[in-house]
């Protein structure tokens, strides 16, 4: 495995030509101090994953989960072969009702149910207007996407945006893409007022609902609910591999959609069904969410800890945000690195975000919050940053 200073060795006369081009594309990696690695937890302190409410750290999920005999360790095939289940549907009307929309599709992942939406929903004759900052999988499936009229429009910036769509309106459909909360800075999108937008344009929004789904809103029902737009927002994301401590995704909308989307989108259509666990997993973590018992206050209360600390320090380079995702912009690859080393070893996990995952001059320390960490271990954060 390649280290930050290591280079591909083996001599180009001993390599084929497809193999010299990646030891190149490697070497250039290494020599910018952008290799990306492969790593196990290190730390002590979890400022770094997204398992914000705790649900895999402190085991709750594996304890709320009383495994069904029936339940499987795999699912024989597509959904639309062998591998739909009655347990799967339920599930699918459970998410459904708790975001208040008609109908949900399962997804294998949150990468899949963005890219089967976004691909199969638009055509050449459709025009994409998505943020810059939209993640990697939201950008896969518009490249996906048939249409030659693909824009972006500066991040969460409304007066872009309407210029956009008043210059796009005539030439046919039109989709506006973006997330509820940004991965990389943790904030929030303007969704009230891209939604009034969209509405007078005649353009249908997506939301990707990844890291709002149960961190946001009282039921960590996301922010398109918490606002009460889930009539005014064409389609939404939410995964279950950050806050529900699980696996899968679902897009939630309309039956129209729905059906659409079984018959269209090929992430759906030509993949191996998640299994009865991963069913059964995310069902018990959406009957959290809606039972007696469920609270993200704890979170919010760190959260707003944090941003007090951020106040009483005066430290510069924090981004703005009331989400579990705080950012710490410091402007440099290997200065990125030194900072993370210094806390990995005081025992606290917080990792680098690189350029080429962050523009240049972005790079960043990425602290995730989680329900489990505590005023201490923020404190503990903040005497190491102040001493890097």
């Not at 699912?75 to 549907?89: H, I, K």
């Amino acid at each position: 495995m390649l280290t930050a200073t290591q280079k591909i060795t083996r001599t180009p006369c001993n390599m084929n030509r497809v193999e010299q081009y990646l030891a190149a594309k490697l070497n250039e990696r290494t020599e910018a101090g952008n290799l990306r690695q492969l790593t196990t937890r290190r730390a002590e302190v979890d400022f770094y994953s997204n398992d914000y409410l705790g649900l895999v750290t402190t085991g709750a999920l594996a304890a709320m989960m009383h495994m069904p005999g029936n339940d499987t360790t795999g699912s024989t095939g597509s959904r639309l072969l062998s591998g739909n289940t009655l347990q799967a549907e339920a599930l699918e009307q459970t998410i459904a009702a708790f975001h208040k929309a008609e109908a949900a599709l399962l997804f294998n992942s949150g990468y899949d149910a963005n890219m089967g939406l976004l691909a199969s929903i638009t055509n050449r004759h459709t025009t994409i207007l998505s943020d810059e900052l939209c993640h990697a999988s939201l950008i896969d499936g518009i490249r996906l996407s048939q249409s030659s009229r693909k824009y972006k429009f500066r991040h969460n910036d409304c007066n872009d945006l309407s210029e956009k769509l008043k210059k796009h309106n005539d030439e046919g459909q039109v989709v506006v893409v973006v997330e509820s909360i940004y991965s990389m800075d943790g904030d929030m999108a303007p969704l009230a007022d891209m939604a009034t937008l969209c509405e007078a344009h005649d353009a249908q929004l997506v939301v990707d609902e990844a890291h709002a789904t149960g961190v946001i809103g009282a039921r960590g029902e996301g922010v398109v609910s918490a606002l009460g737009l889930q009539d005014k927002v064409f389609a939404r994301v939410h995964t279950f591999g950050k806050a529900l401590g699980c696996h899968g995704a679902a897009v939630v909308g309309s039956e129209l959609l729905k059906q659409y989307l079984i018959n269209f989108a090929r992430p759906f259509i030509y993949t191996t069904a998640l299994p009865g666990h991963s069913v059964h997993a995310a069902h018990t973590a959406y009957q959290y969410l809606a039972s007696h018992s469920f609270s993200n206050k704890p979170l919010h209360d760190l959260i707003a800890y944090l941003r007090l600390r951020i106040k009483e320090t005066g430290m510069p380079g924090w981004k703005d945000s009331a989400s579990a995702i705080q950012a710490l912009i410091v402007g440099d690859n290997n200065r990125c690195r030194q900072i993370a080393a210094k806390l990995q070893q005081a025992g606290l996990q917080v990792n680098p975000i690189l350029h080429p995952t962050v523009p240049l001059g972005m790079e960043r320390l990425r602290v995730c919050l989680h329900s489990f960490n505590t005023q201490v271990q923020v404190d503990v954060l903040f005497d190491n940053l102040l001493s890097a």
